[in-house]
């Protein structure tokens, strides 16, 4: 049983950065790798980032590679996304997801099992 609360979306410029944060309840945080996830208006739900349980080991969509990344603070039991460069076609909802095998990235919608709510991002002048 994990609950995930995130936090920091909201207008950005063009270029601007932005930090999400993902907090979860619980004591055994480290135990799921986390992931990031974005749905744009009119579009299907797509990947964006994930990180290992320890936080060894991470993967980054080619759509954000260089500007996003996914660190994790296992004894906050938070998971960020850092947001650099942003562009207008960044603008989405935002969530985090928990699963269940610590050792690989999971890089599919199918492979979580508990969701956020989400936060909205928007990237407009």
């Known amino acids: 049983q994990v609950q995930l609360v995130e936090s920091g979306g909201g207008l950005v410029q063009p270029g601007g950065s932005l930090r999400l944060s993902c907090a979860a309840s619980g004591r055994t945080f480290s135990n799921y790798a986390m992931g990031w996830f974005r749905r744009a208006p009119r579009k299907e739900r797509e990947f964006v980032a994930a990180i290992t349980g320890s936080g060894d080991e991470t993967y980054v969509a080619g759509s954000v590679k260089g500007r996003f990344t996914i660190p994790r603070d296992n004894a906050q039991n938070t998971v960020y996304l850092q947001m650099n460069s942003l562009k207008p076609q960044d603008t989405a909802v935002y969530s985090c997801?928990?699963?269940?095998?610590?050792?690989?990235?999971?890089?599919?919608?199918?492979?979580?099992?508990?969701w956020g709510q989400g936060t909205q991002v928007t990237v407009s002048s």
């Open positions: 997801a928990a699963a269940f095998g610590p050792e690989r990235p999971k890089l599919l919608i199918n492979d979580y099992y508990y």
